[in-house]
């Protein structure tokens, strides 16, 4: 069964600290994967995407994610968080067509000044 | 400007009543959907649709009905209230055919709680 994991439900960091969240997805066929963002008191909206080509994906922001298909994993990055990170990120998998998403549980990122 | 709008956005009603939960896109899409979450939890597809007339079940059994009579609306109702219905629901809409991925918009969510 298609699926996606999120490591780390909770992460707290200071400012210009780097950022890396986990996503792991279980699926054996051609992988879309979607990274969104909601943040405090705001609708959940795209970050980034990887559909084909090169497996570093540059989103908003400053975040990338890198697309590593032997390990099945798409992880999010930023070098330097800003207080201004501070949300909620889930991790999506496109399934069966359709644009149907499978999430992960997301993780709550915290930072501080 | 182009939206999505969901109504109300918190909801306390006791067992056994009917309620609907409104959906609404001003960006002309043909594809919405339903998810439901509860705190902590993964967002759970219960509910899509391709266009007008057009309705699917998710992925999440869920006891709640659909209809799409018209592009911009995708209400959301459930017959008669359990506290097991307690969560929070999402809609969303995208642009794309048949099997193109593209951007979901969503909306500020409906918060559930039935008593």
């Known amino acids: 069964a298609q699926s996606v994991s999120q490591h780390n439900h909770h992460v707290i960091l200071s400012e210009a600290a780097s950022l890396e969240l986990g996503c792991n997805y279980s699926?054996?066929?051609?992988?879309?994967l979607f990274w969104y963002v909601q943040y405090p008191g705001q609708h959940l909206q795209l970050l980034l995407k990887?559909?084909?080509?090169?497996?570093l994906v540059k989103g908003i922001k400053g975040f990338e994610a890198e697309f590593i298909k032997s390990k099945f994993s798409f992880n999010l990055r930023k070098p330097s968080v800003q207080w201004s990170d501070t949300a909620e990120y889930f991790c999506a998998l496109g399934s069966g067509g359709y644009n149907k998403l499978i999430f992960g549980a997301g993780t709550r990122l915290a930072v501080h000044p | 400007e182009a939206d999505i709008y969901q109504t109300p956005r918190y909801l306390v009603i006791g067992t056994g009543k009917k309620i609907t939960l409104e959906c609404s896109q001003t960006m002309g899409h043909d594809k919405m959907y339903w998810y439901q979450q509860d705190p902590g939890m993964e967002l759970h597809l219960i509910h899509y649709s391709y266009g007008v007339n057009s309705t699917e079940k998710g992925d999440l059994s869920s006891e709640s009905t659909v209809s799409r009579i018209r592009t911009e609306h995708f209400p959301l109702t459930l017959e008669s209230a359990r506290p097991s219905h307690t969560s929070q629901y999402l809609c969303?809409?995208?642009?794309?055919?048949?099997?193109?991925?593209?951007?979901?918009?969503f909306g500020p969510g409906t918060r559930l709680t039935v008593l």
């Open positions: 969303a809409s995208s642009e794309g055919g048949a099997g193109s991925y593209n951007e979901q918009f």
């Open positions: 990887y559909f084909s080509g090169d497996p």
């Open positions: 699926y054996g066929g051609t992988v879309n």
